[in-house]
Structures are given as C-alpha cells and as structure tokens.
C-alpha cells in the first residue's frame, strides 16, 4: 500500500447507511391477467409481466425520504466509497448523531405503519374492487412487512492485513485514487442543479443562492486532503463570499461571479485544472533574513581596526512579476480556440475580475514608490489577515 493511501485511510472513516423498506410489490402472473378471446402473451424470455402493488405506495413515502436523508448528510462532508461514504475523521461525530436522529424518526414511522397496515391493505382493496382477488392472495403478513423495515448504520476504519496480496493491495489504491474524482463529480452535480434553479436566467438572487455555494465549499476544504488541486479552488470561493454584501437580494457583477463559480465547479475538469494553474503560479517563497546576523570587518594592512559589530536590519524579498497579465493563470483549461462556450465564459469573469484586482494593486504600489522614494522606510513583515464576515448560518 502507498505512503498516499495510507495517509488518506488515516484520515478518513467509512460509514455506511443500512436501510432496508419494505415495497409493497409482487410479481404479476399470468393467472392475473383476464385476457380476450385469442389473445396470447409472449413468452418470458420475450417480456416479464411486471409488478403488482398490494397498497398505496404513498404509505412509504416516508422511509424513502428519511433514506435519502442519512445519504444527504453523508454526502454533505463525505463522499462515495466502497458502499458507503468516506468521511473526514473530525466530522464522523456530527454525522454520528445526525444518523441517529433518522434512526429515530424511522422506528416511529415503522411503527405507524405497522399499526395501519390492515387498514391500508383494505383500503387499496376497496379502491381496485375488481382486482381484489389478486392483491389479497399477494398480501403479506405484519409479521413479516416489519423484518422488511430497518434502518442502521455502522462507522468502521478502513485498513488492510498485514499479508496482502499485491494483486489486492492495487485494487485498493485504485479505490483510494479515484476519491478525489468522486468527489468532484459530486460537487458538479450540485453545482449544476444550484445554475439549472437558481441561478440560470436570474437578474437578482435572494441569499438562499449562497447555501449550495457554502456547502460546495465546506466538503472540498473538509476533502481538500484527496487532491492538492482542492485548497486553490477553496480560496476562490472564499474570496468569492467574502466580497458578497451581507444584506439585500444578489445583483449585477457580483451575481455574474456566483454564476461563473458555480459554472466552473459543474466541469470536473476544468475545476481540477483551475487548481492546478492556481499552483504553478504561486510565487516561490523566499525566507527571511535572520535579524541577529552579526558581520565582522577583518583587520587591514594599513591600521588596526577595532571588530565593529553592526546588527542589520530584516532583509525582506519581494519577488516581482514579469508581466501583470494574469490571464495565463487560466492556460491549459481550453484545449482549442473556438467560439467561447458558456463554460468559457464563467472563466473570463473569473479572469476579468483577477485582472482588475491586479491592476489595481500595481497603481497603488507605483502611487506608494513616488510618496516613499524621498526617505528610507524600515519594512516590517506582518500577519495578513482576512475577516470572515461570511453567515455561518447556512445549512438547510
């Protein structure tokens, strides 16, 4: 097993959902069916006749609900794997107490069913009288519809034998390798249906646009581990909703750059190569010089110089562009140079707004130079930090 997977098996738990609801199905026979005069049905290895329903499928309604729930939840900060869902190691508690929440409300609507199953079996009875006989010879007992209700679930860590086949240990790295594919294709499906409701065709948007956003963002930084492209699509986000008024309906450019994020995460790909192009032009860091460096004058020929001991000041390195043109942050994401698709459009808002934002840098840099160019200033380095005025109030 890779140093990689092992890293990512640490870091995760797998938790799966065990819901089993009963269908209210039985096959349809032949014996069923009340056919014409000369009318013949084609053979099974033709056609299957299909189902039939003993009760109003409405009746279930509620455990395929709270089903698809406990998946939601799981889904929220994990993603798909091996069955169940790979969830970071420090959000399993939450998601822990969350299933049990479900777990509950589950053995309740059980036991409501349960409690009108007769009267439900009656009642669709009543309403197909002339396909009475075949629902009641279908039905079954209560006995037996409560073994088919059940919900559980189970968090386990993920790990391998000691002895191993190498054949085996392969087939989990490939399951542990396509995590992070997984979980872009997750994000993509949200951020589809986020344009396709709510933002597609919008002048203004209410906040509630900025939850799918939020969450989106939430499961890449909890997930960022899987992939190294994560942590630079997690900052644009954040630049994103940090630039976003904290009252009123969502309007004019800033709506343009929801919609051009959300179009950017829909594309798997181009989510992984806008990472990747974010990375390689990042500066190299450059280290401080030490503050208590000492420099000794050696002794000269001519006279005995006294060792004079001057403490220099910090030496801070400041690595300038060649160029302000970031538009090459973005190279690599359109492998031809046809008629822009919208796709390509949600991009250059991207790359219009990093553009302003450079140039608008630069002119304050040139306008400080001229003020400054008079006397020395003594450069110190500080923390930079940026104030979260995000609403942390998202979730549905």
Partial sequence: MSHETQIILDRVVLVKVDANIYGA????????????????????????????RLLDPDKLTVFNRLKKEAERICLRVGTRFLGGFAVPIESAASITAELERIALDFAAAKTEFIAGYDAAVTDWVVRHPEFAGIIEQAVDSVEFVSTRLSFDFLVVSVGLPESLPPADVARLD????????????????????????????????????LRPIRRMRDKLDGLGFLDYRVAPVVSTIDDLLARIPTKGAIEGSILQEILATAMLLSDPDKTRRHGEGLLGTQPPVVEEADVDEIIEHVETPAATVPVV?????????????????????????????????????????????????????????????????????TVTAEDDEEADDSDQDYWF
């Fill in 25 to 52: 199905r039985k096959k349809l026979k032949k014996e069923d069916l009340v056919l014409a005069d000369g009318s013949i049905l084609p053979p099974e290895d033709l056609a299957s006749l299909g189902s039939k």
């Fill in 174 to 209: 490939s399951k542990i390798g396509s995590l992070s594919e997984q979980m872009f294709y997750e994000i993509s499906v949200e951020a589809n249906q986020l344009i396709e409701q709510s933002l597609l065709g919008k002048e203004q948007v209410t906040r509630n646009a």
């Fill in 309 to 377: 001991k001057t403490a220099l000041p910090p030496v801070i390195a400041e690595t300038v562009p060649d160029s302000t043109d970031y538009n090459d942050l973005f190279d690599g994401i359109f492998d031809d140079e046809l008629e822009p698709t919208p796709d390509d459009w949600a991009l250059e808002v991207l790359l219009d707004k990093s553009q302003t934002n450079l140039e608008t840098g630069n002119d304050a840099d040139q306008a400080n130079d001229s003020e400054n160019a008079a006397e020395p200033a």
